[in-house]
């Protein structure tokens, strides 16, 4: 980031001293300035993005430099705050750091105030342009299995410890970010969870973490529909939750051979990407449970032209049962190789 386009917002109630500071950050090479000379001022900027953020502490209350840093935090903005004041105490300088102020300069320091506070917003961007957000990260890591049942497979935007967006690739995330006007200066981007594309995925052979599937529902070798075929699918997923998880592929052959989804659109009405996910979504949910939709995650890619679905399922922590369509009976799977195999009640009592 250049010195010209870091975005600041001033807010000094003194109108002296703020058309001092005004000129001399531009002599600096600062050119995209806004000012405010109250705290309700700046709230009603801060609906703009800014990078840095320079307030006073006293102006219509002797914590208004506090009341800005508050607001920051309210709104998850990604802004860094310096504290500028003539009345500095030791007191009012801890709470400060405390708050997550980047710095506090008394006005009253020897040497030229304002090459003190330049250096100190160029030593932010130096920081933050190189490491990024410690914090975020921290609080990533400390939450990944959290952020992992949630955004499994996504890309995230954290600002201020929290999650402000979220996106399946990390272009449409940064579009998102500036369509909200979000500067990214403090954003951190994380993506959750390996997804590996599907053009990588069938080089390899099937594994226990690997398993192809030609259709959804469509009988290939009689060349009609055939719901019951959806267990088939579904016996591999419930197989994965209950084992290591992995990954089925459907639109693939066994030997590598691009099928494609459109039989399996030609049994929908409008068949689609979007109604064969939630064919596939529905199916889990009646017959696996619904809490389990959290650990699966379904994309589509355009293989030699044809449509082909993968859906990545996550190891569960609750054993997944499957049950058929208007059956009492539950069945338990588990993956063996590269197959998904059903247990006897003994079986499962040892599993378990």
């Known amino acids: 980031m250049q010195t010209k386009n870091v975005h600041l917002l001033l807010v000094e109630d003194n109108p002296r001293f703020l058309n001092e500071l005004l000129e001399w950050l531009g002599d600096y090479g600062y050119e995209q300035i806004e000012t405010a000379t109250s705290v309700a001022q700046a709230k009603e900027k801060l609906g703009k993005p800014f990078d840095v953020i320079i307030a006073d502490m006293?102006?219509?209350?002797?914590?208004?430099?506090?009341?800005?840093?508050?607001?920051?935090?309210?709104?998850?903005?990604?802004?860094?705050?310096?504290?500028?004041?003539?009345?500095?105490?030791?007191?009012?300088?801890?709470?400060?750091?405390?708050?997550?102020?980047?710095?506090?300069?008394?006005?009253?320091?020897?040497?030229?105030?304002?090459?003190?506070?330049?250096?100190?917003?160029?030593?932010?961007?130096?920081?933050?342009?190189?490491?990024?957000?410690?914090?975020?990260?921290?609080?990533?890591?400390?939450?990944?299995?959290?952020?992992?049942?949630?955004?499994?497979?996504?890309?995230?935007?954290?600002?201020?410890?929290?999650?402000?967006?979220?996106?399946?690739?990390?272009?449409?995330?940064?579009?998102?970010?500036?369509?909200?006007?979000?500067?990214?200066f403090l954003t951190t981007i994380r993506k959750i969870g390996e997804l590996r594309p599907i053009s990588e995925l069938i080089k390899l052979p099937e594994s226990d973490r690997l398993e192809y599937k030609s259709t959804f529902q469509w009988d290939v070798r009689r060349n009609c529909e055939n719901k019951d075929l959806r267990f088939s699918t579904l016996k591999t997923i419930a197989a994965f939750l209950n084992s290591e998880g992995g990954t089925l592929i459907i639109g693939v052959e066994d030997n590598g051979n691009i099928f494609g989804l459109e039989k399996d659109f030609s049994l929908l009405s409008n068949g689609n990407l979007d109604r064969l996910e939630r064919t596939i979504?529905?199916?889990?949910?009646?017959?696996?449970?619904?809490?389990?939709?959290?650990?699966?995650?379904?994309?589509?890619?355009?293989?030699?032209?044809?449509?082909?679905?993968?859906?990545?399922?996550?190891?569960?922590?609750?054993?997944?049962?499957?049950?058929?369509?208007?059956?009492?009976?539950?069945?338990?799977?588990?993956?063996?190789?590269?197959?998904?195999?059903?247990?006897?009640?003994?079986?499962?009592?040892?599993?378990?």
């Open 58 to 184: 006293r102006m219509e209350q002797d914590d208004s430099g506090f009341a800005v840093i508050d607001e920051v935090k309210a709104r998850n903005l990604s802004s860094v705050v310096i504290i500028l004041t003539a009345n500095d105490t030791v007191s009012d300088c801890r709470t400060a750091f405390k708050m997550g102020a980047w710095d506090y300069i008394s006005k009253n320091m020897r040497g030229n105030i304002f090459d003190i506070l330049h250096e100190s917003i160029q030593e932010a961007i130096a920081y933050f342009n190189r490491w990024g957000n410690v914090q975020n990260e921290q609080w990533i890591n400390e939450n990944i299995e959290t952020l992992d049942r949630t955004y499994f497979g996504q890309y995230i935007a954290v600002i201020n410890k929290t999650v402000i967006d979220a996106a399946d690739t990390e272009e449409i995330l940064k579009r998102q970010i500036e369509e909200r006007q979000l500067r990214r």
């Open 281 to 352: 979504i529905d199916s889990i949910c009646q017959c696996i449970g619904s809490n389990f939709t959290q650990q699966i995650k379904i994309r589509f890619e355009k293989i030699d032209g044809k449509d082909v679905c993968a859906i990545y399922i996550k190891k569960s922590a609750k054993k997944a049962w499957l049950q058929k369509t208007n059956e009492k009976k539950l069945e338990f799977y588990i993956r063996m190789s590269n197959r998904s195999e059903p247990l006897d009640l003994p079986n499962i009592y040892d599993h378990l």
